[in-house]
């Protein structure tokens, strides 16, 4: 018998019998508790936490009785027992290396169709079957339709509790269940199975400032994943984790938003024959945390307008009457949020009738001064004439009128918590404390104040489970968040990183992505992501193509929606190395922060070989570790094996530590210009307006958070048209806003808009249904 009988005394299993009766998991838990050689301490321990039936039960069969419940049990003898019986010991070097079940070859053509048609050509497998590649069982993941799944962060009490050593059980021997008798699901959390696990190689892909049309950054992390997957063919098993992986990359990507996908540059699912499918799935709904954090934030905008309103038309005692109303025999109780407030205000009472009446003024009125607030409305879609808005213009709300605007939805600062954010519990106090604006005294109001936080986080406790999808050739993707780069910290989520980075174990490899140019992706990749969860990257990808080198060198001016001059589909090695000053920066910026920088060279079809021979000689003269021509648009994984071995051994000789730009304990002003610096200016000027905001946000105790800049992506100036390496520049700070939440001072360089405006001719013009098939055409 294996090991694992040993160790928790299952080696005889035939006795579990129990007929008439439906086997739940607490009588699986019981027996299995109850038949381990565990401490007495153990198995009260469990008996305390939840009652369990002392009946026997038969549900761990043969393995010549398919038609049993499955489980799968794993210990760090690398043992494992499934429905399909035992497994002992570690697998031999040919099943280490053997391909995925999962993974296609693409038979490709050119000229390359269209991205919609080549995502409508391709059949995707099942997610179950990508999600049985990287060893998940049906109890971690939540099917989200054939193609899409949800793999849970949380995990119920009972089984997440391996905090005492008593219950670690359950975290030993990494119990999944698959019982198809179990009337509930209970998901169980990788992350937390997997917490003793070592990590795989962390890699993030940037770019050099882009045109607007885009320079190919999610193709490429498509691609290099594809490459590392399913041609270099180095799938390895780290059986000394908890569950056992088979998948050796997985790719980390940001939940696109609806504005773009419908605006100027569509969608974000990649491109060509490197993107992750169903690709109109991807780029729509999804598994709908867009949508949840709408609602969410749209929920406290409208908290906020109500406290207003109702503070000015009530009396304390009314107030507090219906905050606090008494039951049918005449007792008040708090609400359990109320203790927050109660807490910050001192005040350590538990029975309402006992505040006195300066202590009932102080609870009910938060007394929010209206010019404060900087909670906006949000929604997904550009729309420029919601910038600044009026609201409470009908009768009813007594002129209670103020200005306000949208922001898009992905501006939101519940958007920037959700990719923060490491836990449940972590995202609950979160969203609790962020800073709505502030009372007539000048003291933070926050969503805990209000007595919303909670709501908030059950509107977004689906929406911190990662979503599972596959890009074309068959690897694994987890899709998570979705913040700008250029209005917010561009980055996708810790929670989908970590869960990555253990099922890959050491020597894979995660794939994730920072929006736009590597001067805000990349920089706020660094300096807040990787402060908050503690990852260092071992890589950074800077991906150029020569479209946009010649655009820096002082080609025309490059516009969506119109041909291209014929400058960037001629040969032109004197405009390309011009330009290359704009990757030599980023080159220099990113190195500085003690990480190997590969630069990827996106090849078009009219890129000559002198011109990509510019490149890579620039490339290495700035100090990047290898510069790698990719044809992944036009071959998918097999036009980027190159840069695949690149980055391999990029990660495997990477020793320097994490660099961070400036420590935490600099001023708000001295971060801001330390980041200015990088870009090349020479000075930051501050309005009034951020003046005036800098004092506030310091002496409210903000100034120890990191710095987001809001800043255009089209150069490292806050002038867009200031292409190249400008330097001497002034840098503008127009504002400074807070996201006490997510943890972050942001502030707005130049004229930055929070909303995005439609193009004269958006993406929408080219994208409908085929009507008789259902399938999306013309989405990019």
């Given at each position: ?11 005889d299993m035939?006795?579990l019998?129990?007929p008439?009766?439906t086997?739940t998991?607490?009588?699986f ?5 109850s038949?381990a ?12 936490h939840r009652?369990?039936s002392g009946?026997t ?5 043969k ?18 027992i499934?429905?399909?019986?035992v497994v ?5 070097d040919q ?12 038979e ?16 995707p ?12 069982g ?7 339709g054939k ?12 089984l ?17 269940l698959?019982?198809s008798?179990?009337s ?17 190689y ?5 770019g050099?400032s882009p ?16 490459a590392?997957?399913?041609f270099l063919d ?13 998948s ?6 940001r939940?696109p938003s ?10 974000a ?9 169903p690709?109109?799935?991807?780029n729509?709904?999804?598994?709908g ?14 908290a ?13 005692k ?11 025999e ?7 949020v109320m203790?927050?407030r109660l807490?910050?205000?001192?005040i ?5 009738d006992?505040?006195t009446?300066?202590?009932?003024k ?9 010019d404060?607030i ?15 808005i009026?609201?409470g213009?009908?009768p ?7 200005e306000t605007?949208f ?6 600062e519940i ?14 106090e ?8 502030n009372?007539?005294?000048g ?11 909670g ?10 489970n990662?979503t ?18 250029n209005?917010a ?13 253990k ?7 995660v794939?994730?992505?920072?929006g ?29 193509t020569?479209r946009a080198?010649k655009?820096?060198?002082g080609g025309?001016e490059?516009?969506?929606?119109k041909?291209?001059d014929r400058a960037y589909?001629?040969?032109?090695v004197?405009l ?5 000053v ?5 080159i220099?910026?990113t ?5 190997n920088?590969v630069v990827?060279i996106?090849?078009?079809?009219t890129d000559?070989?002198?011109e ?14 290898d510069?790698?021509v ?7 994984g097999k036009g980027?094996?190159?840069l695949?071995?690149a ?9 320097q530590t994490?660099n ?7 001023g708000?002003k ?6 200015a610096k990088?870009?090349?200016?020479s ?5 009034e ?20 800049m809001?800043?255009?992506?089209y150069s ?13 520049f ?6 400074v ?13 130049g ?7 439609l193009?004269t001719r ?18 990019s």
């Amino acid at each position: 018998m294996s090991s694992i009988g040993t160790d928790i005394g299952l080696d005889d299993m035939s006795g579990l019998e129990a007929p008439n009766f439906t086997p739940t998991l607490d009588l699986f838990l019981h027996v299995l508790l109850s038949r381990a050689k565990t401490t007495a301490p153990a198995l009260a321990a469990a008996e305390a936490h939840r009652p369990l039936s002392g009946r026997t039960l038969r549900f761990l069969r043969k393995s010549s009785r398919p038609s049993g419940p499955k489980v799968l049990v794993t210990d760090p003898h690398h043992t494992r027992i499934d429905d399909g019986g035992v497994v002992e010991g570690r697998r031999s070097d040919q099943d280490m290396s053997s391909s995925s079940k999962t993974i296609r070859r693409l038979e490709v053509v050119s000229p390359v169709p269209a991205d919609i048609d080549i995502a409508n050509s391709v059949d995707p497998f099942p997610i179950a079957a990508i999600a049985e590649d990287l060893n998940l069982g049906s109890k971690h993941y939540d099917l989200y339709g054939k193609y899409k799944a949800k793999v849970p962060r949380t995990t119920p009490a009972l089984l997440s509790d391996s905090s005492s050593s008593s219950f670690g059980l359950v975290s030993y021997v990494g119990l999944l269940l698959e019982c198809s008798y179990c009337s509930s699901q209970v998901l169980l959390s990788v992350l937390d199975e997997l917490q003793g696990s070592e990590d795989g190689y962390y890699v993030v892909v940037g770019g050099i400032s882009p045109t607007p049309l885009g320079e190919g950054k999610s193709t490429t992390t498509v691609g290099l994943c594809q490459a590392l997957g399913a041609f270099l063919d180095k799938k390895v098993t780290p059986w000394s984790s908890p569950v056992v992986v088979t998948s050796y990359v997985i790719t980390c990507l940001r939940q696109p938003s609806q504005g773009p996908t419908f605006g100027i540059k569509g969608g974000a699912a990649g491109g060509g024959y490197s993107q992750v499918i169903p690709m109109d799935e991807f780029n729509l709904h999804l598994t709908g945390d867009i949508h949840a954090i709408t609602a969410a934030n749209n929920l406290l905008a409208a908290a906020i307008d109500t406290r207003i309103f109702h503070e000015a038309s009530q009396s304390d005692k009314a107030l507090f009457n219906r905050l606090c109303p008494p039951n049918k025999e005449g007792k008040r109780t708090f609400a359990n949020v109320m203790f927050r407030r109660l807490q910050k205000l001192g005040i350590s009472k538990t029975n309402p009738d006992e505040l006195t009446p300066d202590e009932v003024k102080r609870f009910v009125r938060l007394d929010i001064d209206p010019d404060s607030i900087t909670w906006r409305r949000v929604m997904d879609v550009n729309d420029r004439f919601l910038r600044k808005i009026t609201v409470g213009q009908g009768p009813e709300e007594k002129g209670m009128i103020r200005e306000t605007g949208f922001d898009i939805s992905v501006a939101s600062e519940i958007m920037a918590v959700l990719a923060l954010t490491t836990s449940l519990a972590e995202m609950r106090e979160r969203l609790g404390r962020m800073v709505i604006g502030n009372s007539n005294a000048g003291e933070p109001i926050t969503a805990d104040d209000l007595g919303v936080g909670g709501a908030l986080t059950v509107l977004m406790k689906d929406a911190i489970n990662p979503t599972l999808m596959q890009t074309l050739e068959g690897t694994p993707v987890l899709v998570h968040a979705g913040p700008f780069a250029n209005i917010a910290h561009g980055n996708s989520s810790i929670v989908a990183d970590k869960i990555a980075l253990k099922l890959v174990g050491k020597g894979g490899f995660v794939v994730t992505e920072a929006g736009f140019g590597s001067d805000i992706g990349t920089e706020k990749f660094m300096n807040i992501k990787c402060r908050y969860s503690g990852l260092v990257p071992q890589c950074a990808i800077i991906v150029a193509t020569i479209r946009a080198l010649k655009m820096h060198g002082g080609g025309p001016e490059v516009v969506a929606g119109k041909p291209l001059d014929r400058a960037y589909i001629t040969e032109n090695v004197a405009l390309v190395e011009a330009g290359c000053v704009n990757l030599s920066r980023h080159i220099s910026n990113t190195k500085a922060y003690g990480v190997n920088v590969v630069v990827a060279i996106n090849k078009f079809a009219t890129d000559t070989d002198a011109e990509m021979n510019a490149v890579r000689t620039a490339a290495l003269a700035a100090g990047a570790f290898d510069a790698v021509v990719c044809t992944h648009h036009a071959h998918g994984g097999k036009g980027a094996v190159d840069l695949g071995t690149a980055v391999q051994r990029a990660c495997e000789s990477q020793s320097q530590t994490l660099n961070f730009l400036y420590p935490l304990d600099f001023g708000i002003k001295e971060k801001i210009e330390a980041i200015a610096k990088s870009y090349g200016a020479s000075g930051v000027e501050y309005s009034e307006q951020a003046e005036k905001q800098i004092k506030m946000y310091t002496k409210q105790g903000f100034s120890g958070l990191p710095i987001c800049m809001a800043k255009t992506q089209y150069s490292f100036s806050h002038i867009p048209s200031q292409k190249g390496a400008p330097s001497g520049f002034v840098l503008p700070i127009r504002d400074v806003r807070a996201s006490i939440g997510a943890g972050f001072i942001y502030p707005l360089v130049g004229t930055m808009s929070t909303m995005p405006g439609l193009p004269t001719r958006p993406c929408f013009f080219d994208i409908d249904i085929d009507i008789a098939t259902g399938k999306v055409l013309g989405l990019s």
